[in-house]
T-cell receptor, first 114, second 115 residues
């Protein structure tokens, strides 16, 4: 199993540009989560999906952020337009349904908005 | 109220010594899981150990053990025989059955192992 795959690993973009982060969860995992990590705020849950359906997006900072999961093997997190304060590491994680299972995290995308 | 509290922002330990990283949690759900993750400087999040709320015994995984005190709602991580490679951030997390399987993370503890 290849694990959770995120792309790109690093992204540098100019303020105002659109940024798309991608995630492929582990096959068979019912849940997919997007987290943002910064020094100031630690790990923040942005949104999570269950069986491709968004369940809780209350952590999405504002309308500039959107996430989709068109099928069980792919999800995107889009920021449009990007701002310097969006600079962070964005993690995708997936998990089976049961509480006895932890998340499996992707390697993260380090986003820098200049 | 915070679901997960880690009160030690930074810890130091001598190589080969044992160290305990503190974690307390808050839940009214009788069914939950407690987890510890390690995040080295390279950035990836690595699962270390799991404890279920109904487990009678403390979880162990190699040099890692979880000191689970249910009445006190604490789930401390014990690392025995520390190694230089243990230097990292450590996050405690909880997953409740009644909140849609969302994870709650603590703010983390930065561990430095001194040679």
């Amino acid at each position: 199993d290849a694990g959770v795959i995120q792309s790109p690993r690093h992204e540098v973009t100019e303020m105002g540009q659109e940024v798309t982060l991608r995630c492929k969860p582990i096959s068979g995992h019912d849940y997919l989560f997007w987290y943002r990590q910064t020094m100031m705020r630690g790990l923040e849950l942005l949104i999570y999906f269950n069986n491709n359906v968004p369940i809780d997006d209350s952590g999405m900072p504002e309308d500039r952020f959107s996430a989709k999961m068109p099928n069980a093997s792919f999800s995107t997190l889009k920021i449009q337009p990007s701002e310097p304060r969006d600079s962070a590491v964005y993690f995708c994680a997936s998990s089976p349904r049961r509480t006895t299972y932890g998340y499996t995290f992707g390697s993260g995308t380090r986003l820098t908005v200049v | 109220a915070q679901k997960i509290t880690q009160t030690q922002p930074g810890m130091f330990v001598q190589e080969k010594e044992a160290v305990t990283l503190d974690c307390t949690y808050d839940t009214s759900d009788p069914s939950y899981g407690l987890f510890w993750y390690k995040q080295p400087s390279s950035g990836e999040m690595i699962f270390l150990i799991y404890q279920g709320s109904y487990d009678q015994q403390n979880a162990t995984e190699g040099r890692y053990s979880l000191n689970f005190q249910k009445a006190r709602k604490s789930a401390n991580l014990v690392i025995s025989a520390s190694q230089l490679g243990d230097s990292a951030m450590y996050f405690c997390a909880m997953r409740e059955r009644n909140t849609g399987n969302q994870f709650y993370f603590g703010t983390g503890t930065s561990l430095t192992v001194i040679p």
